[in-house]
């Protein structure tokens, strides 16, 4: 899938897995942070660093795995998905999802797959 990026050419995975090994010292480290502190800032500060090492973790397992999903929005089973408005030409749709709203036209939004959920 990405392994034709030529920036990274062959070393490509590589590459991907020694960034992830630093993603996780780098998680680690603000994890010590949070607990040792010493000041409430420092805490504030490490968890607010957590989310990003998270989400940057995730991007890089989705390149590694091949698994574009892993880069979507990434609903969970029982996330609520709900229709809240449609445009008076039909295309595009707002869906409140986790409280946020996202407006998708009909071609994006048939390329989402819920499985057997329920639509509200």
């Known amino acids: 899938m990405f392994h034709d990026i030529p920036v990274l050419g062959a070393l490509s995975e590589k590459f991907l897995i020694v960034v992830l090994a630093v993603l996780c010292v780098m998680f680690l480290l603000c994890l010590l942070r949070l607990v040792l502190g010493p000041s409430v800032a420092d805490r504030l500060l490490a968890?607010?660093?957590?989310?990003?090492?998270?989400?940057?973790?995730?991007?890089?397992?989705?390149?590694?795995?091949?698994?574009?999903?892993?880069?979507?929005?990434?609903?969970?089973?029982?996330?609520?998905?709900?229709?809240?408005?449609?445009?008076?030409?039909?295309?595009?749709a707002a869906y409140l999802i986790r409280g946020a709203v996202i407006a998708l036209r009909g071609r994006d939004a048939g390329g989402v797959y819920l499985g057997d959920a329920l639509w509200d």
Do not use: F, Q
């Open 47 to 92: 968890v607010n660093m957590l989310g990003g090492i998270v989400t940057a973790a995730i991007a890089l397992l989705g390149l590694l795995l091949e698994e574009s999903y892993l880069l979507d929005i990434g609903l969970i089973p029982g996330t609520r998905v709900t229709c809240t408005a449609v445009s008076p030409a039909g295309d595009p």
